[in-house]
């Protein structure tokens, strides 16, 4: 295993090579069959190697995604391209994405991130968001009719401008922050099928709790979940200004 793990991290083995097969391997190591079994499962749960069925296993490309915190959402107008378009794009990437929105009334945990009533209704959008073909994005968004309700932008993949502030912008609501928690978990079995976890080893997910807001008024809250290998998140934060009258304590 070592071997492999070598030869794969050094680049020998590129992305997408085709590994010896099970017998292959075993025939060169000398171990026995659940030997080889167990070393190639390592190397899957390292996100090294992936396997495809009936084809066999294949070096993994671990080239990363970069979230650039940001730069989210700039203010575009029509014909503007997703944040997930923009990250995607700029690594290369062909994006692609799923969705479908439905009215429900809010939970009493989405209802609180909100500053609304349980029960208000919201609309929900689940996204899952593909870079190649590849599933490496989940996302629930939930916004309160009363703020999109009967507007252009009610259905988030439907009107004429993609992207949480521009939509917002175009209806007159101007979003001036927004607050991110980041976590690391294990995945649920429903992310398991969605990102195809189990074939590239590895189920431990990055997962963000987004809320966009106007002023006081919570506008949007988003669960967002990447798999813990596919994607880099880069924040950018300012400092105020420096300003002689504000420091009181000089060594």
Known sequence: MDDLRSRILSGELAPGEKLP???????????????VKHALTLLRSEGLIEGRRGSGNYVRDR????RRAHSRDMRKRLGSTSPFARDSEAAGRQPTWESESEKIPATPHIAERLGIRPGDTVMHTRYRYLANGDPIQLADSYEPIAVTGGTQVEHPEQG???GVVARMDFIGVTIDRFIEEVAARPATPAEITAL????????WVIAIERTY????????????????????L????????WSPEEVTDLP
Do not use: M, N
């Open 234 to 241: 880069v924040y950018e934060i300012p400092i105020d200004p």
């Open 196 to 203: 195809d976890l189990d074939q590239r080893g590895g189920r």
């Open 21 to 35: 097969t099970e017998k292959e391997l075993q025939q060169r190591w000398g171990y026995s069959t659940t030997i």
């Open 213 to 232: 807001y106007a002023g006081p008024t919570a506008v949007e809250t988003a669960d967002i979940v990447f798999p813990g290998d596919r994607y880099r």
């Open 160 to 162: 004429p401008i993609i």
């Open 63 to 66: 080239s990363q995604l970069v």
